[in-house]
Structures are given as C-alpha cells and as structure tokens.
C-alpha cells in the first residue's frame, strides 16, 4: 500500500493515524510532481491528498480510506462494535468534513494581521462556533471519532488562535473532555506535538 500526501492535511493525518492504529506501517509521501500533476490524476483525479493505492486501484477521499483500512484491517477496530455507535462515530467524521473544516476558508485567508478584514474573521468564528455546538450535540468517542477529529480540529486551533481567536471549548463540554483527553494520552500526545509541529513548519515556509 502507499499513501499519497503530506502529514500536514489533516486529511492524509487521520489515515496516518488510523493505520497506526491498527499497528500499520504506513506514513504518507507526495507524488513526484505534486498533487495536480499529470501522473497523479491519473491515480486521483480529483487532485487532492490523500489518496491510498492498494496495487490493484487506488482510493481517494480520506474517511473512505479510513473505511477501507477498517474492513481490510479487522484487526484493532477502530469502530464500535454496536451499529448506532458505529453510525454516530461515522457521523462524527461527516460533520467535521461537511460543518466544521469548510470554516478554516476564511481564517487561512485572513492570517496576516496587515491584511486581516476583522468583519469576516468575526462571521467565520460565528459560523465555526456554531458547528462545534453542531459537532457537540453527537460527540461519542471513539477510536475511528479520535482519527476522523483530532487533526481536523488541532488544525481549526492553529488558524483561529493565529486569527486572535481563542476557542478552549467550554461551552462544548464533551468536546472539551474529549480534547483533554487526547492531551493526556501519550499516543494521541505525541500525534498532536507531530501535527501541529508539521502545519505550523508549512504556515512558516508561505511567508
Ligand atoms: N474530502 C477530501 C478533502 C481532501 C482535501 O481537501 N485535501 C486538501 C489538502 S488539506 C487538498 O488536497 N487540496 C488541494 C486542492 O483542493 O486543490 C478528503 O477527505 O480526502
């Protein structure tokens, strides 16, 4: 198997992750000639990371990965074992993709504190908080949750907290409680000291 893409995206992060979870040795490399180049459309067409070849195709779209690596990989699920657990953890990742990340637009674009338009930093932040209440009403952990969520949401810290925005989660307690224990678990610690020490070098090296 290989992974296409760069730790970086949170995307290609929560693959990484899962397969380490799984006790898979898997870590993610980019193609030759980037991501949009010819060679990898010809993998991904939709010329975003990640994509993971298994040999005989290759799969895009980093929660069907996830997917994929779950049935292949029974071993270490990474699901709950009843159907409405594992509906919710599956469901988890849906909100995160479809409510919470499409919010880091406006905060990437408004990182430079010269160029900043304040108005549209203050409705992202609206916007964001109210997807984490949206993200808080079906908060379950879960192992798959843990992948599908942590880098999705270390990523959301950096470029708010970078926007001056402060987000400590406290009126969103079982986001809260999970978070903190993601702090306290020596696995899950060193995956947000690698995440945020790789995005925070890839935020320095565009200016
Ligand atoms: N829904 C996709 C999102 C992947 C995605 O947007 N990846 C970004 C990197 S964080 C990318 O490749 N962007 C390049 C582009 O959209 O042109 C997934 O879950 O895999």
Redesign the pocket.
Known sequence: MKLY?SI?????ARVVYAARMKGLNLDAEMPTNG??SPEYLQINP?????ALDIGNQAI????V?LDYLEDAYPQKPLLPADPAERARARLLGRIV?LYVMPQGNAFFGNLNPEKRNADAVQAATTAYRKSLAQLEHFMAPSAYADCALLPCLQMMGIVTNLCGVEEDFKDYPKIAQWWSSMQANPLTQGWIKEYDAGFRGFLRSRH
Do not use: C, W
């Not at 895009?60 to 929660?63: L, R």
């Open positions: 893409g970086i995206s949170p995307y290609v991501i949009k939709l010329g975003k990371m990640p895009a779209e980093s929660m990965i993709d």
